[in-house]
């Protein structure tokens, strides 16, 4: 039997679904409230001349809790890799004049060409951007 479990939070002020949870500080305390998007906008709507006038003490932007930017753009989400998938990649790269580490992450730009070679089912070599040149192919070894 399987079983799901589903945390919904609310909007601190009408009880509504809450789409984020938006941090504030004043006099010195600091408070998150939980709102939707359209509560969320009138509270940055309301706070906006005195934020425009103020002095920034520090601090960074903070990503939302519930997943959403503070500022409502969207953010690329991150593609989850298995081992195999990188291994795969990265040797492709390598084959194809790309420098890449032996772990860690992989550029964006090495993932997009190892996805664009795989989705035109052309040749596996492409032109690596640095270089603008295709790789030299090693002759096989032979014992």
Do not use: C
């Amino acid at each position: 039997m399987a079983k799901r479990i589903s945390i919904e939070i609310s909007d601190d002020t009408d009880g509504s679904r809450a789409d984020q949870t938006v941090p504030f500080g004043l006099d010195g305390v600091s408070y998150e409230i939980d709102l939707s998007t359209v509560n969320a906008r009138a509270l940055r709507s309301a706070m906006e001349p005195y934020v425009a006038a103020a002095r920034r003490t520090g601090g960074r932007r903070i990503r939302v809790a519930v997943g959403q930017s503070t500022d409502d753009t969207k953010q690329e989400p991150r593609a989850a890799t298995d081992y195999a998938a990188t291994h795969e990649i990265r040797a492709w790269a390598r084959e194809n004049g790309y420098e890449v580490a032996d772990q860690g992450r992989i550029s964006k730009t090495v993932v997009e060409a190892f996805s664009s070679s795989r989705r035109d089912g052309t040749s596996s070599t492409v032109r690596n951007p640095r270089t603008g040149r295709t790789p030299k192919r090693r002759a096989k070894r032979t014992k």
